[in-house]
């Protein structure tokens, strides 16, 4: 039985040069990104240049951003300056707006309180926002040396291993850890909390890796297996039903 696939849908909205919506298979929230590229640099402090100005902002759904949501469009904005041939277009500002459209309810807090607030764990939220990120981007045809994919993986207390997992498996769990990688399954960046074992961090990058590449070691070279429902296999088949839609309007 395979696991659930994320859920995506490019250029949601008419009004951005790109867009996305994402949903993981948690299905623990729903984000929406829409991207314009490229634009004038808003302040001439910010003009980069021999590089693109990269602007992200995360508005969450139940409140307005505070320090969780500015930490995350660092790291966000960190992820696209890996991946994104700024110095195709210096001076020039690439424009990213997230907005969480849906968040799981959290049914132990009364009234049931949707998740994502201040005092929850941030990872979650920085998976799911690096993936849609990455996905309008490619929607708005902003040229790019690869494209990067995330999840999110917990440790329960007895030592076990989910990826993305729901609301109530984040707040039971001993610790976090979210991965990103590029096409060729370099680590672009991790982010952990909790309390862990090395040998514990190590499966739970594994795990990460699988789901997110979808590829198996033979030596020092990578192995891509293309029937594997990964991330990125999901990422490539909604740019693919993307550029089939288009050819059908244009025709």
Not at 2 to 21: D, M, T, V, Y
Not at 208 to 214: E, F, Y
């Amino acid at each position: 039985m395979s696991s659930p696939k994320s859920k995506i849908q490019l250029h949601p909205l008419i009004s951005s040069n790109g867009s996305a919506l994402y949903t993981p298979p948690s299905a623990s929230s729903t984000l929406l990104a829409g991207i314009n590229y490229p634009l004038e640099v808003s302040y001439r402090s910010n003009e980069i240049p021999e590089d693109t100005y990269i602007e992200v902002s995360l508005r969450p759904n139940n409140a307005v951003g505070m320090v969780k949501e500015r930490h995350i469009e660092s790291l966000v904005k960190k992820v696209l300056q890996s991946v994104i041939l700024g110095q195709e277009t210096p001076r020039r500002m690439l424009q990213c707006t997230i907005q969480i459209t849906d968040a799981e309810i959290d049914e132990s807090l009364p009234g049931g309180v949707k998740g994502g607030g201040q005092g929850e764990s941030y990872l979650e939220t920085l998976a799911s926002a690096i993936n849609v990120a990455v996905l309008g981007c490619l929607d708005a045809g902003v040229q790019m040396r690869g494209i990067a994919g995330s999840v999110v993986v917990s440790i329960s207390r007895d030592g076990k291993l989910k990826t993305w997992p729901g609301l109530k498996q984040r707040k039971e769990a001993r610790s976090l850890h979210v991965f990103v990688y590029g096409r060729e399954g370099q680590n672009l960046l991790f982010e952990s909390e909790g309390d862990f074992e090395v040998e514990e961090w190590d499966a739970a990058e594994s795990a990460a890796r699988t789901v997110v590449v979808g590829k198996v070691q033979d030596g020092e070279d990578v192995v891509m297996e293309e029937d594997q429902e990964t991330l990125f296999a999901s990422i490539r088949q909604a740019v693919e039903e993307r550029v089939e839609r288009d050819g059908r309007q244009k025709g």
